[in-house]
């Protein structure tokens, strides 16, 4: 983004902004989302878009970062909540629900979520958005329980981070029992991922 709003107004902008693109990426491809597409949805003139943005690919960028932000937040609260199993696999089980729930539930996450590839466009290499996710699921689970394995904490988390979306991209394009079988084995991939740092050596 080019400046943070700093008022109510501006702040409202930017979500119209946000939201607008985010209702297109799950109605058209990348290619043909236009800024005059987005400000029309958004119902908000063309010189407050780039007060905020340069170009359509940084609202991408601040849509994904959104999007993990609020997924992290909803994470927060499962661990928070009193709900959260004390058995680390099924606790993970819990936190990869919530990750399916709001590919159904949220509006844009299913095309972007963390990834920092979309329709092979790069967004902002400055921001790993994986390794942001990472580094906060391991101060979760390492905080509730423990680290009594021997692999190296931060990059197990985020090898398992980024195994499990490109799986979980995979199962979107199929149904029935491939899909099952796919979600399945991203099940199993993450808890051996994990094992080395979770379970005692």
């Not at 993990?68 to 089980?93: C, P």
């Not at 808890?191 to 080395?196: C, I, K």
């Amino acid at each position: 983004m080019r400046r943070q709003p700093v008022q109510q107004r501006g702040a409202a902008t930017v979500t119209a902004i946000l939201d607008a693109c985010s209702t297109l990426l799950n109605e058209q491809d990348y290619d043909d989302i236009t800024t005059a597409r987005i400000v029309e949805m958004a119902g908000v003139p063309i010189g407050s878009f780039y007060q905020y943005f340069p170009d359509k690919r940084s609202v991408v960028h601040a849509l994904a970062l959104r999007g993990m932000e609020q997924y992290l937040a909803e994470v927060d609260v499962l661990f928070e909540g009193g709900t959260l199993s004390e058995d680390w696999r099924q606790a993970m089980g819990q936190v990869v629900g919530v990750y399916m729930r709001m590919l159904i539930d949220v509006p844009g996450f299913g095309r972007i979520r963390f990834s920092d590839l979309l329709d092979g466009h790069r967004l902002d290499s400055s921001v790993d958005q994986y390794e942001l996710m990472a580094e906060r699921l391991a101060e979760l689970f390492v905080e509730r329980f423990g680290a009594p394995g021997d692999g190296p904490v931060r990059l197990t988390f985020r090898m398992a981070a980024q195994t499990a979306d490109s799986l979980f991209t995979l199962a979107s394009q199929l149904s029935g029992d491939d899909r099952f079988h796919v979600l399945r084995k991203a099940d199993q991939v993450i808890s051996t991922m994990l094992a080395e740092v979770l379970d005692p050596s």
